[in-house]
């Protein structure tokens, strides 16, 4: 018997990958945690784009909030051309912000069609399907991603689909589905979170216990930044806050420095 | 591939200016939010005036609380004439406070006319509705808007639109409506919000994820003022909270200057 | 174009004065919110008084908590003879503390006359009136006080008024019926509303965000007292905490002292 | 016109009389609130004792939690031979602690006889009346009292009435019925509330606003206790929190020291 | 008259005996709070192997969470042989783990029999009774201890009694039911509460209030422990918090020393 | 009559052994609470490891929210070959992930079969079953364990199981359930629970009032890491929190370094 290295997706983000050893798990799924303004769409994208440039990889970035014409707009401002990527077809932009559009009605309805499952089940069911099977004319997602071959995957935002959910143990379920849902497609994937506390007195959010990694991007009161892996199963990491700074090349992460002293 | 310059427009607010390394980005959406008393009126007028006496720009100020004959004389007593503005079509005034007349029962209504949708969903874009399309004797807001030609628009305060949506993910649907629509428009927008907790350990408001950009104003229990920028999507800014103060010619903002020690 | 300078109505209260930069706007309403024993009935009882006997002024007390034997009898305390003043037409008591009387069934009922509004609506709508409109023999306040001449009126408090409605956005609409009746009348007018959180991290009200000016009376742990002004529409002011107390002649502020050392 | 003294009555606890120049306020009643083991009831039964032993006062005990044997050895072992002061009829006990034996029915029945009030409103009246009116013999506790000619009474505690209202806007109207119940008998009263929250950060309650007077006694971190008036309308008094034990004697307050360093 | 002095029930714990001026009230129910792990079944078995093996008294265990094998084993870890005091008919082991098997329609049902009372009246008072009444082969408790003539009886939990009803004022009536049939039995009697909360800030509970005496035992974050006497209805105590350790021969409190610096 | 000393299972993590004087309290059930990240799985694995390993024992884990494969190959990173364990029988995988997909009618449906039970006490009693009774092919778990001859179970994790419970008592019982279930099996076993709060004011969760153990494992603010031994029935263990890491061979414990300054 012997001990095997989990192979790693180096993300480009210099201090990051040093924090990490080597970069996010393969295949794995990480969550990205923050509160507004943090820089979790820029995260992403950074890993996205060292992934395209870098290691020639098929990239995709699944998109809840913002449209395509804005991101690609952002992320020039960093010198990063996803358009020439998507020409290059190194890059899908896929807007599932039309998940919004859904009628209630899909939440509430007691059947449909003949199945026999319980309105709220499908409902649910059929929103994660909304988004992972019949969002590009009739293809399925996952078949989609597949006959493209993609190694990297950012999901932007989590809360953006699941917010509709009320109850606590819906959202849950609804989280599970998701996360299932991209593990199955064998990438490396990314999915971002809004925090909805961002004090010092942080509060657990379900989705951190249902994910296989954690990374938490946090402001502090004073304008710094600070970056911190929760959580990372299968690798030895760094578990001290770093600081950060968004700069006009992306992130940039301080891993030999400390937010606190000790 | 070069990198691209987002286009700035300046908020006439010296200190601010240089946080913002020039201005708020043009065509976009900003969220103001703060506690009572902290100016975000007087902001996002400053903010208005600036652009249609120094860029000769046309200007809307959209109000849910204010009548025009209170906002006259508040902005007086900076110097600022809106009334004059509105006689040289720089400005236009639009009293929207009539929306918390609708009777709840728009709110409850199970089937208006013939349409397919809720009642609640029908309700929501109704209101929306209400005060973007058909508050101008039957002419639509937008088209006005575009007739017009306006730059710059403030929309004071989303809270006065939102408070009547009781469930979580029907205010978020609400915002994300009300942020649509403005962008739609093209104009750089602001859009005021009250903040539920005022001291340091805040509480992130759903709005905050769903903006392009947000500006924090803040007072501190000494009296003292502080304003910081959250989050403003495609520009690099200075995320530290500086002072500021509001004098008689409006607000004014320290941007050498530290609230807290480093 | 000139600056216009905001007319001010004289508090009697000497480092208020100063802090106020003169008084508070005339015509306009101000909320004094504190916790138990702040002494905000005092304080709204000494700008009565002092219109009333050194400007002349008719004033007006609208009680939801207090009967006129006991506030009589308690102001005597502060050497403020209020039933000399209503004997000189100058002072009018309205005992408002009837509406807790109102039976529940008023709050529910569907459908009353032949208003074609919703019940909850026209309940609400009764309750203002039948503080402002019909407490007085038949006779409308609104009328009464017109025919009186108020230029200065107490609302205390309106938390007395607001506790029944139980949904947020009801409050909220209540709140506004009860600041737009006053502000029709044209006098100056303070509201006192009853502080839910006293410590360190306060929680907003939301009559704080529907006020034209806000003040917050406070007792710290130590038992001292500090008043702020959080808000005041149209006028400069100075925002910074300052102590006050309680003496025998009223209400004292000491406008050069400071709370927080700075 | 000149200033008139509010008459007091001298609680007999010397610390807390000079804190209260001079005792309470005749004829008015104050709230005691406190955590559990403050000592609430020693203090209101210290108050009693007094009044009849020092000035030959009728007094009355109205008791919600505890039986008369248990009330009377708990207070001899302070020294105070209430049993003997019955007998001399200047002390009476009325064990009201039937009220949490009434059937929840009472709470919810729609109409009971023909009063046209709604359920809820009645079953309160009802409760009200159940320990104001009837609970001796028949005979009304108001008409006892008067013929009695009670000068002090203690109602303890308010929250033993209270807990069953589970309406915020409900448990407020409960709380002003009993407060005008009390008052309007015309003696000196005391009534006694359990605090909520003990720590730093007190919570506000409803009773605190709707009394003319307030003592908050707390048990510290450190197992000292401090005693703090909060509120008393119509007199001066120190609002410094001070020191109390409970002592073989009763409670001892030392009006001339400080809890916190100024 | 002449003061009296409360009979008192030695607890064995050196240290707390002298906090307490002799032991627990004599026939008195004292309520034991604390948070996981703080030793409170020791301490209760700890006063009832005092009073059995060192006064001959006749004790009782009732066990809501353990069974007799598991308490056996556990309380010989501390040299206490309550089998062999069980032999000697000085302990009385009774299992009411039972009590969570009650289905839940006892507690919704409507009418149970012929009685007249509502179904949750009804389904409290039967829950009550299957402990105290009816657990022992069809034979009352209460007439069993009788007949036994127990003088120190521990109820642990209560937590795991009162957790079933869900309003506050069910549960609070329900704590009421159970220390009133504690205290007709006319031992001495201790009662364990798990606390919901265990930092400084503590929450207070309704129990607290209903009983006549309180003590609170607590880990500190440091992993030192104190016990504090937060009340103690008719007998001066030491209200200081003191540190404790559970060492082989059960729970030492050192009465001397202090947790906090004064 | 002499004491006896409860048999222990050795963790195999040194410096807790020390801290547990020997290792877990044989044939009872412990709880691991902790944040996310904090390493629960692996602490569970490596009791499980080291008892295979050491001491030939049968070891089992249930899991709830992962995979084999993905157990198997994070658990290698450790050099824990827990295939070969499976391959030797020394080891035994169950995979109760499927209890996410039992739809809700069975937590909603009225009756089931002709048992005379109300539905949701069924629906508890059928997801308890489905995981401890018939998960492997229609054989039950207990006698699959039973002739298995497990002597290590591992339950991770039981918020996996509960969160479908939505009311505070039905999560109770459930947890009553699940700790009975395990207990008669008569194995050492370990549960793991997700905290909800993870900073310095901990909210107690009801498993570990219901449990004999509970060990909490916590990442501090600057990145270390405390276990500490909150609650251990039946034997005296060191209380005080011990920084841990999580290293290439598992966890380490430094049982003679303190967090925190005494």
């Not at 077809?89 to 899909?106: G, H, K, M, N, Y």
């Not at 609804?174 to 849902?181: G, H, P, Q, S, V």
């Not at 216990?209 to 959580?231: C, D, H, P």
């Not at 001290?240 to 006009?248: A, F, G, L, M, S």
Request: net charge negative; aromatic share 8%.
């Amino acid at each position: 018997m012997e001990k095997i290295a989990i192979q790693k997706a180096e993300t480009g983000i210099t201090g990051l990958d040093m924090m990490l050893r080597g970069g996010f798990p393969e295949a794995r799924t990480t969550l990205i945690t923050g509160g507004p303004g943090t820089g979790k769409t820029i995260f992403c994208s950074q890993f996205l784009h060292h992934g395209a440039t870098e290691e020639g990889e098929k990239t995709v970035y699944l998109s809840l909030d913002e449209t395509k014409p804005q991101f690609f707009e952002e992320m020039l401002t960093f010198g990063w051309d996803f358009k020439k990527l998507e020409q290059e077809r190194l890059f899908t932009f896929i807007d599932a912000s039309d998940v919004r559009r859904i009628p209630e009605q899909a939440f509430e309805k007691r059947s449909v069609g003949s199945l026999p499952v319980s309105g709220k089940e499908l409902a649910r069911a059929r929103l994660i399907d909304n988004i992972f099977k019949t969002l590009e004319g009739g293809r399925s997602i996952d078949k989609f991603i597949g006959d493209l071959g993609a190694q990297r995957i950012v999901l932007d935002s989590m809360s953006g689909l699941t917010f509709r959910f009320t109850e606590a143990w819906e959202k849950r379920q609804a989280i599970l589905d998701i996360m299932e849902a991209l593990n199955d497609i064998g990438a490396t994937c990314l999915i971002t979170s809004e925090a909805i506390s961002v004090g010092e007195e942080r509060q657990v959010q379900p989705e951190e216990y249902l994910s296989q990694g954690v990374i938490n991007l946090q402001t502090l009161k004073n304008g710094e930044r600070a970056v911190r892996i929760l959580k990372m199963r299968g690798t030895e990491v760094d578990s001290v806050p770093r600081p950060y700074k968004i700069v006009e090349t992306g992130i940039e992460v301080y891993a030999d420095q400390n937010i606190y002293q000790t």
